[in-house]
Structure formats: C-alpha cells, structure tokens
C-alpha cells in the first residue's frame, strides 16, 4: 500500500515536472519566434534588392530606378557614434553616482527618479524637445540627432550601470579597501571592472534601441538625399530612410525599404557582436 | 618586521549598539594572537577597529585609542595609509573575480599607482611563496582567473594579496572556517610560519586552531575582553569562570 503510494506521488512529481519544462521550452519558442519570423520575412522581401549600388550609391532622384543607401548607413554610423560619446559616458558616470558615492542622498533619489521618467519619455517627444532646444537655436543638423539619440540611451545606460554596480558583492570592496586602496580607486578600477560585462550589455541595449530610432531623427537630423558627412548639416540616417521610403507611392522604393531594414537589423547585430568580442578578450575564463 | 598592538579603552557601536566596551589589550609584536568567544561576542569589530574598517559602515562609532607601533592610527593617520600597513583576511575568500593571480596579488601595489614590472613580478613570486601557493599556480599566474581556484587556494591568495603590500600586522577574521580541514591545516601552517615576520591577530571560533597557532589569547564575552593571557594559561588554568565555562564546552 504505501510502496504504492509512493509510486503514485513519484509519478505525479515527474508529471509536474514535464509540464514545468515543456512550459519554459514553450516560452522560450515563444520569446524568440517573432525575432526570427521577423528577420526571415526581411530577408524574404529584402534580400532581393541589395546589390553592390545598395551599398556604394546615394537615392536617385523620383522616377528612376535603383540607387542605394550608402549615405544612410554612414549617416547612421555617424549619429550612433556621436549619440554612444554622449549617451554612454553621462549614462555610466550617473549609474557610478547612483551606486557608489550617492547612494541614499536625496539628489540619487531625485536623478534615479529622473532617469525612470526620462526612460518612459515617448521618442517623438525627445526629437520635439531637442528640437527647441539644439535645432532652434542652430539648424537641422547631424549633431542635434546624435544629441537626440545620446540624450535617449542616458537612462537605460544609467540605470543598468546602477543595478549592475549594485550586484558586485560587498566582500569585493571591503578587499579592495583593506588593501589601502583610496574609495575612488577602489570604485573605478574594481568595482566598475568587476560590474563590466552587465555595463556593456546595458550599453549594448541602449545602443541597440536607439539605432533603429526614427522619430527623434525627424526633427534634428532630418535625412539628407545627399552625401552627407558633416555634423552640422542634416544628415541622412537608415530608419529616416526607410521611412521616408516605406510611406512612398514607389514599388522600387518600396524594395528599397525592405532592404534598408534587413540592413539596419544586420548592421545592429554585428556591432553588439563585435563589442562582445572585444570586450570579452579582456575578461579572464573562470570569472563570474 | 611587525609592531605591536596597543588598545586603551577601545568602545565600538553599531548605531545605538555598542558592541564594543572599554577593550584594554597589548598585543606583542612577531606572535600570533587569538582571538575566541562565541558568535556576536565582537571579536570581529575589534579586529575591524585595528585597521579603521570598522568605520567603513556608516552607522558605526569608534572611541579609546588604537597604537600600533609608534602611531595613533585614530589620530596620526589616514585610514587609507593605515590599510597598507595593517592587512586583512576575510573569513570568506575574497580575491577579485575579474582579475588574473598574478594581478590579485599585485592589485594592492597597482591600485596605488606601482608600476615596475621586474619589482613587482619579484614581489608577487615572493608573496605567493610566502602563501604557500607558488607551486600550485606559477604555471599560468596571468591566465588564471583567480575566482577558478579552490577555496583553500583562494584564501591563500588572499593571504598573498595582503602580503605584498608588505603590512606590519596581519588581522585574520577566520581565515579557514569556510575551509576544509586539509585547506585549514596548510592555513594554520602558514600562520605558523608567518608569524616570525608579522604580528597577526587572528579571531576563530575553533579552540584547538587557537591553541595550535597562538601564543597568546584573549577570550570575548558580550562585547567586553574577559581574560587575555598566554595561550597555555587560557587553556589550562584560566583565571576567569566564564573562560573555563566558555573552553569546556559549557556554553557558547
């Protein structure tokens, strides 16, 4: 009898069990079934329309045919950098503030609370608001859509720096400073050192997110049919680009635009990868 | 070579906790002393008072006089500059995750601003031979992480990192209580062997550690110093009823 009880709880344990794990196996389908579905209808509507032009030749004016966005991928490469030298650097110094010298002081609090609402800003109201304050004052121009991108991978960096920071634990830092080792030092070359693989990828989501941006684009750096490579004319940028494409009467501009977006997805990946590889040459094995 | 200890009427609190009270202890130099009494006795904060780690919590208070050699350290010193002459082993091994052996035990000296290679690769084969772990990890010293050692290694690394910045006292807050008793005896060995250069004061709750590695000992009893004699005495005749209660397993 109660070997048999036994039995049947063993039973329902194993029952519990494989439907915990076909749920998480589902999940996961789930999670990464519309990047895929996505990246393959790109593919499928794209692929066709990249060619060598695509690449090496700025759009040709309405009514002909072909043409291609090289203008925009480096205009997009122009304005990433620039948004990544404003928006990386201010974002990990407030994360370092956050964690290590402000924490628990009402100007944390106040600037934590900022970041949040700033995170939470809707991306056409960042173009409107660098719009008043760069472009007004100036002219549409490719530094004001890096100010706007820069501007929006503040918070993310920010508070992934913080939380990252947080995790390193306490036993680490008392190590450091039993070694006479001055707070400041201690923070920059141990505690940021150690926190540094969570801080990339927060820069690598900020980074990510804000490439494919086009609203915050539409007022500042406004796109450009042109060569453009200079800060402080408007300057073109791929989802401008495809925007402006996607909405046109065109079937060839419409190819165009597929192609632009299989692009921009492409190009996005091989710079989070090839950040990762970079970095990850300087993290020792066995670490974690 | 190492300096000895003197406190004079030490208190400690944790916020409205004083953890410490009125601690009146000479600890002499080139000898191991002990440290023993049972959890939450504040053995720790004292420990943590020799070197102003103590006050790293911002909760914490300290009052009385710490000397250790010829300096105040509560009065002629920076807490920083104190750390490089009293070192510090943590009960949980602690080495930096990211870093390479070789650059935990030169982290002291390169996070200072030390930057002579020849002098400082001579004085991280000297510190970790005087850790007893050379001979495990000279192989691959700067592609080893130093997470991917075993706990006994770790703690010795640790050791070897508080070494090279070459301190005058050695504090050890159980150094081998998350070890294994063949990790804890190659610790107590080198505690052993240490002691003929360092003054090292080390807090166990492991009675037999203490009587196998310190000359002296002193016995901690709800924040206050009952009985600090030499070893042998503590544990064979000690003068205060509580030390014999404490010793003979009758409490704690």
């Given at each position: 009898m109660v070997r048999d009880e036994h039995k049947l709880k063993a039973r329902i344990r194993a029952g519990i069990d494989g439907a915990a794990t076909g749920l998480a196996v589902l999940s996961t389908v789930l999670v990464v079934a519309p990047l895929v579905a996505i990246f393959i209808y790109l593919v499928y509507k794209g692929a066709s329309s990249l060619n060598l032009d695509f690449f090496t030749k700025i759009p040709k004016p309405v009514g002909e045919v072909g043409g291609g966005m090289a203008n925009a991928i480096v205009g997009s490469a122009i304005l990433l950098a620039v948004g990544s030298l404003i928006g990386v650097p201010i974002g990990i110094a407030g994360g370092i503030f956050l964690a290590?010298?402000?924490?628990?002081?009402k100007l944390a609090n106040a600037v934590r609370f900022t970041a949040d609402v700033l995170n939470g800003v809707p991306s056409i109201v960042m173009g409107i608001a660098i719009y008043s304050l760069v472009v007004v004052p100036t002219h549409f121009s490719g530094f004001s859509g890096g100010v706007a991108l820069g501007v929006m991978m503040i918070p993310t960096v920010c508070r992934t720096t913080e939380e990252m920071l947080l995790m390193v634990p306490h036993a680490v830092r008392e190590a450091a400073l039993a070694l006479g080792v001055p707070n400041w030092r201690s923070v920059l070359s141990i505690t940021v050192k150690t926190a540094s693989p969570g801080i990339i990828t927060g820069c690598m989501l900020a980074f990510a997110r804000v490439a494919g941006e086009t609203a915050p684009l539409?007022?500042?750096?406004?796109?450009?049919?042109n060569w453009s490579t200079n800060l402080n004319e408007p300057m073109a940028a791929l989802p401008l680009q495809i925007y402006v494409y996607a909405l046109s009467p065109y079937d060839d501009w419409h190819r165009l635009a597929w192609a632009g977006a299989l692009v921009l997805i492409v190009l996005i990946l091989l710079a989070v990868s090839l950040v990762r590889y970079v970095t990850s040459r300087g993290v020792l094995k066995g670490a974690s | 070579m190492g300096v000895g200890i003197e406190v004079t009427n030490l208190n400690a609190w944790y916020g409205t906790n004083h953890?410490?009270?009125?601690i009146n202890l000479n600890i002499p130099a080139n000898h191991a002393t002990a440290l023993i009494g049972?959890?939450?006795?504040?053995k720790s904060t004292f420990v943590r008072c020799l070197n102003r780690m103590h006050e790293t919590n911002p909760i914490a208070r300290v009052t009385g006089t710490v000397r250790i050699g010829d300096l105040d350290i509560y009065n002629d010193i920076t807490p920083v500059e104190i750390r490089r002459r009293v070192g510090m082993v943590f009960q949980r091994p602690n080495p930096f995750p990211t870093m390479s052996v070789y650059d935990n035990v030169a982290a002291g000296l390169k996070l200072n601003g030390y930057s002579n290679h020849h002098v400082l690769d001579e004085i991280v084969e000297r510190s970790l031979k005087n850790s007893a772990l050379w001979d495990e990890v000279k192989d691959d010293l700067k592609k080893?992480?130093?997470?991917?050692?075993?706990g006994g290694q770790q703690q010795r690394l640790c050791i070897a990192r508080a070494l090279a910045v070459d301190p005058e006292v050695l504090l050890m807050d159980e150094p081998a209580s998350a070890l294994d008793p063949v990790s804890t005896a190659k610790i107590e060995d080198l505690i052993f062997q240490l002691k003929s250069q360092y003054t090292i004061v080390i807090v166990t709750h492991n009675m037999q550690q203490a009587a196998r590695v310190a000359e002296k000992t002193g016995f901690f009893l709800n924040g206050r110093m009952v009985e600090f004699d030499s070893t042998h005495k503590i544990f064979?005749?000690?003068?205060?009823k509580r030390t014999e209660d404490y010793i003979t397993g009758r409490f704690g």
């Open positions: 290590e010298f402000g924490r628990g002081t539409i007022f500042t750096a406004f796109g450009n049919s | 953890t410490l009270q009125d049972p959890s939450g006795c504040g080893k992480s130093g997470a991917s050692l075993s064979t005749n000690p003068a205060d």
